[in-house]
């Protein structure tokens, strides 16, 4: 099993910037990729950003040139820097590791809330 904990939402003006957080445990050796989805309310839930091992990034297209993806020197905790902040980017935001045997893993979700 792999624990995420996720932190950095909050309420921001349009224009704003937030950064998340999120940190894994537990069995972490075989995650190969790490990233962030997002569901607003009467949505489903979309890929907003993935990173993987190897560094390689994958941006929604909404969010290309305003949000930067990152993960730290262990691969076990991945960043979300989001700049130009939209009232369309309100959401929860969910962080997800996939590891190599196959399954998913998801963090319990942050509140992000741009204001216009």
């Known amino acids: 099993q792999v624990q995420l904990v996720e932190s950095g939402g909050g309420l921001v003006q349009a224009g704003g910037s937030l950064r998340l957080s999120c940190a894994a445990s537990?069995?972490?050796?075989?995650?190969?990729?790490m990233g962030w989805y997002r569901q607003a309310p009467g949505k489903q839930r979309d890929l907003v950003a993935r990173i993987t091992t190897g560094r390689t990034t994958t941006y929604a297209d909404s969010v290309k040139g305003r949000f930067t993806i990152s993960s730290g020197n262990a691969k076990t905790t991945v960043y979300l820097q989001m700049n130009s902040l939209k009232p369309e980017d309100t959401a929860v935001y969910y962080c997800n590791a996939d590891r190599n045997v196959g399954d998913t893993f998801w963090g319990q979700g942050t509140q992000v809330t741009v204001s216009s």
């Open positions: 537990g069995s972490i050796s075989s995650i190969k990729a």
